[in-house]
């Protein structure tokens, strides 16, 4: 239920933050200079996210109100490559715990030249669905985090309600 409220929001990090800025026209502006996104997006809402900490910027979500915009910005979003900007999925904090430990299996398995896929919680390797074993969590190197490779299918089976006829 809360990934689902999340759905049409964005994480936007790197952005230097000002005292009584308005948050919408620097997500505004960071999109048109960075992004070179020249149409004008609108939000249904933009806020920093926790407290204020001198010396750091906050992160700031928006809110997209249509999922067309959204795509468009992830798109636009290789162009931040190499710099300090990152934009992210917001997701609840149980969810990103997970993501967290799958990072970096991820990025093992990009160096491999593996077709890697993040999908909220679950990792997908070639195809196949990647657990990682909760019960030896440790603070130990995520590397070596035992692994179970699965074949299960991204589609349910069919269930027919007729028997075969031969």
């Not at 249509?66 to 931040?80: G, P």
């Not at 970096?104 to 990792?123: N, T």
């Not at 269930?159 to 031969?166: A, G, K, L, M």
Request: overall charge positive.
């Amino acid at each position: 239920m809360k990934c689902r409220s999340m759905k049409y929001n964005l994480l936007f990090s790197g952005i230097a933050e000002a005292d009584g800025e308005n948050c919408e026209n620097v997500l505004k502006k960071f999109i048109q200079d960075e992004l070179q996104i020249e149409k004008e997006i609108p939000f249904a809402n933009v806020h920093r996210v926790g407290k204020k900490v001198s010396g750091k910027c906050r992160a700031i979500v928006a809110k997209f109100i249509y999922n067309k915009d959204l795509v468009s910005v992830k798109v636009a979003a290789k162009r931040l490559k190499g710099k300090k900007f990152w934009i992210n999925e917001q997701y609840p904090p149980e969810i990103e715990e997970r993501r967290r430990k799958l990072y970096p299996i991820a990025k093992q398995e990009r160096m491999k030249k593996s077709k890697v896929v993040l999908v909220r919680d679950k990792l997908y390797v070639n195809g196949k669905l990647v657990v990682c074993d909760e019960d030896s969590d440790t603070d130990e190197d995520l590397g070596s985090t035992p692994l179970r490779s699965t074949s299960q299918p991204n589609k349910r089976s069919r269930h027919y309600s007729t028997p075969n006829r031969d």
